[in-house]
């Protein structure tokens, strides 16, 4: 049975908890490999709306659901998110969590926070949750560890020498008062009795899990364009949430995957700083915005709306070997005449049909648009790809021409039952 990736196409917010959901029930284990609270999934299930942050959307079905170790894990937030799925009735004892994945302390929002107000105009637009200062105390090898909540020694040590330098920056950069390591000691040590429970070791539950030929889904929080190596860099966030990142970020060999699965919405929306060559910052984008409900799970921002931009999808589909593309929100576009798709870009008066490879030529990227010819009718109710639309079909197949990759199922509304299959996606 099929190990099974699902990444986000664009810049995040493509809808993957929608699509990871239409897996769900014959799914065995659903993992979530990188990000941290950063991300999140809204999913409606029986009329429900739910917003999961650091919980993988398994954790609304049957499967089991599972943190690897390539997440950063806010112990506080973790358990508020399980407190309140608990509370709706939802059964959270299933849940695993990776003994390696990393913890997010307080001052790693400390410092995340006043480093955005330190750089100013240059700011990375991040959301002040400590995901990236607990990323880069991992690389620095300062990070502290799920498994080392239940030494109380190590954990002193640990925390002490990631506050040794980060105090100096505090008080003597920012000024900052410092933080005193029991602080943070206090903090963790509450938490140790209740996640220990939840903690096991991810790469055998999953390698056991694949030897017994069940199906084991990885969702990958944020998208291919906001991966650190790959994406708008320094735009991006601080992990890999890209197809191969399932494999670092969970303990699996790459030979076990079988399907990957890109996300794209069917325009394209963008949190935070960085280029973004079809942003509308016209009534259209504001159509889009208010019509798509484009506020962050998570932070509540605006999104920024623009056409779809084939470019993008066609790089994240090549990079990460997609098999498949589910393709989010159609029925938002609903009611255009026409629906102008970014097919090229010009830079420096040169047309180019790929990605530039330059950080500075995408910047200046001016989109060219083929411009489809829209519909009026009501969508959300098709379960069929017969049942749509003459000119929605044509729209989807274009866009299955320009990004090399077939779509094998459509989102037609929020709720779980509003989608339509052409392929199965197991």
Known sequence: ???????????????????????????????????????GHTLVVNGEKYALHLLPSGILNDSVPV?????????????????????????????????????????????????????????IGTTGRGIGPAY?????????????????????????????????????????????????????LAHAER???????????????????????????????????????????SSNPIAAGACTGSGVGPMRINRVIGIAKAYTTRVGEGPFPTELLDADGEKLRTDGAEFGTTTGRNRRCGWFDAL????????????????TKLDILTGWENIPVCVAYEVNGERTDVLPMSQSDFHHALPVYEYLDGWTEDISGCRTFA???????????????????????????????????????I
């Open 1 to 39: 049975m099929p190990g099974i990736v699902v990444v986000g196409a664009q810049w995040g917010d493509e809808g993957k908890g929608k699509a990871t959901d239409q897996l769900g029930d014959r799914v065995d284990y659903t993992v979530r490999y990188s990000g941290g609270n950063n991300a």
């Open 67 to 123: 943190i690897g170790n390539g997440v950063v894990v806010d112990l506080d937030v973790l358990f508020e998110e399980i407190d309140g799925l608990n509370a709706r009735g939802v059964d959270t004892s299933k849940l695993i969590i990776s003994a390696n994945a990393h913890v997010i302390t307080e001052y790693h929002k400390v410092m995340d926070k006043v480093t955005e107000r330190f750089l100013g105009n240059r700011r």
């Open 136 to 188: 880069s105390d991992k690389i620095n090898r300062l990070g502290i560890r799920i498994q080392d909540l239940f030494d109380e020694n190590i954990l002193r040590q640990k925390v002490e020498a990631a506050l040794e330098q980060k105090n100096h920056l505090l008080v003597k950069v920012y000024n900052r008062r410092a933080i005193e390591p029991n602080e943070i000691l206090e903090v963790l």
């Open 195 to 237: 996640v220990r429970p939840m903690v096991a070791d991810v790469t055998r539950v999953l390698n056991d899990s694949l030897d017994r030929d069940e199906v084991v889904l990885f969702e990958g929080a944020q998208a291919h364009h906001l991966d650190v190596d790959h994406g708008t860099y320094p735009y991006v966030t």
């Open 312 to 327: 993008v999808v066609e790089a994240a589909a090549t990079a990460n070997a997609f098999t498949d593309i589910f393709l």
């Open 387 to 425: 049942e749509l639309p003459a000119n929605t079909q044509a729209y989807v197949r274009r866009l299955e021409e320009l990004v090399g990759c077939r779509i094998s199922g459509i989102g037609v509304g929020p709720s779980r039952e509003q989608s339509v299959m052409i392929h199965d996606l």
